[in-house]
């Protein structure tokens, strides 16, 4: 079982920024920016290649209520999904990383 879902059944331990019966949204362990957050689904998908159009679409409103709990909504922050080995992904369940907090180094 991938790490991801280990966590979402609470057995390996996160710093929680909201819940519901469909998402999880916790900080990353090794934070690259002063908000930094991963959002997941509860469902197992290995990347983006993989996710439906429904769980995405009700993702995003889950990652909108996780930039206003975390106050970046209005400063700016940047959403990020890695896929596939070239695109730098360590952990094969899908996530986004939503970074924020402060004004952040521009990578493209
Ligand atoms: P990626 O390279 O896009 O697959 O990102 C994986 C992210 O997961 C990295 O930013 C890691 O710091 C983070 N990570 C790995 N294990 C944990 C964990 N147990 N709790 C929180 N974040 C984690």
New binding site residues.
Partial sequence: MC??CK?IRKE????TILEDDNFLA???????AKV?I?IIPKTHFDSFNTITPKIMGEMTTFIQKVASITEVSHSGYRL???IGDN??????HI?F?LLGGEKLGGIL
């Fill in positions: 790490i991801f966590i390996i331990p996160n710093k916790f900080e990353d362990i090794n934070p690259q930094h991963l990020i999904t890695n695109g730098g992904q360590e952990v094969k996530h990383h």
